[in-house]
C-alpha cells in the first residue's frame, strides 16, 4: 500500500509552501459569498407585492355590509316602492363582494385562480356600476329621510367595492400581461 504525508493545513497566501499551524489558531476559514445569487422568484410576486390580500378583505366585509343592509332594507320596507329592494342590488352585490373577496385572499396559496379572480372583480365591477345607476335614480325619487340615510350607505358601500374592483382588476391585468410577455 502507498501512502503520501501530505500537510492538510489551510494556507494563506502569504504563508510559504510547506508552513505549518503550530500555534492554537483556528484552522477553519468562513466563506463568504462576493455577491449573492438572486432567488427564484414566487408566481405573482409583483403582484402580491401591492398587497392586494387587504383590499380583499375591506371588499368581503363590506359585502358582508352590504349584504346585511340589504336584508334589512328589504325586511323593513315595500318591495315595490324602492329600486334597490326591486332589484336587490345591495343583496346581490354583497353576495358577489363576499365571494370576489375570499377568491382574492386565495392568490397567495393558488395563483392559478388569477383568471378567474379577474373575471369575479368585472362581474363585481359590472354589478356595483348597475347599482350605483339604480340607486342614483332611486336617490332621485325617494325623499324619505331613514331610507334616504340608508341609500346613501349602500351607495357608498358600493362606490368604495367599485373603486377596489377597478384596482384590482388593473393590478391583474398588469400582472396577465407581464407574464404573458415571459
Not at 334597490?84 to 363576499?98: E, H, S
Not at 384590482?168 to 400581461?177: G, P, T
Request: proline fraction near 4%; charged fraction near 15%; charge should be neutral.
Amino acid at each position: 500500500m502507498a501512502s503520501v504525508d501530505i500537510a492538510m493545513d489551510i494556507q494563506h497566501h502569504d504563508e510559504p509552501l510547506g508552513f505549518r499551524n503550530t500555534d492554537n489558531q483556528p484552522l477553519v476559514k468562513h466563506y463568504r459569498a462576493s455577491e449573492p445569487l438572486p432567488g427564484v422568484v414566487p408566481v405573482l410576486h409583483s403582484f402580491l407585492q401591492k398587497g392586494p390580500a387587504s383590499w380583499a378583505a375591506v371588499q368581503a366585509s363590506s359585502g358582508i355590509l352590504s349584504f346585511g343592509i340589504g336584508v334589512v332594507f328589504a325586511a323593513s320596507f315595500k318591495i315595490s316602492e324602492y329600486l334597490l329592494t326591486l332589484f336587490r342590488v345591495p343583496i346581490l352585490t354583497g353576495i358577489l363582494f363576499m365571494f370576489t373577496g375570499i377568491l382574492s385572499n386565495l392568490l397567495y396559496k393558488h395563483p392559478d385562480l388569477l383568471q378567474t379572480c379577474f373575471c369575479a372583480n368585472i362581474g363585481c365591477l359590472v354589478f356595483s356600476a348597475i347599482g350605483v345607476i339604480l340607486l342614483s335614480v332611486d336617490l332621485r325619487i325617494n325623499e324619505d329621510q331613514i331610507q334616504f340615510k340608508m341609500e346613501v350607505l349602500v351607495l357608498c358601500v358600493t362606490l368604495m367595492d367599485l373603486i377596489i374592483a377597478s384596482l384590482l382588476i388593473f393590478f391583474i391585468y398588469k400582472e396577465k400581461k407581464r407574464n404573458h410577455k415571459q
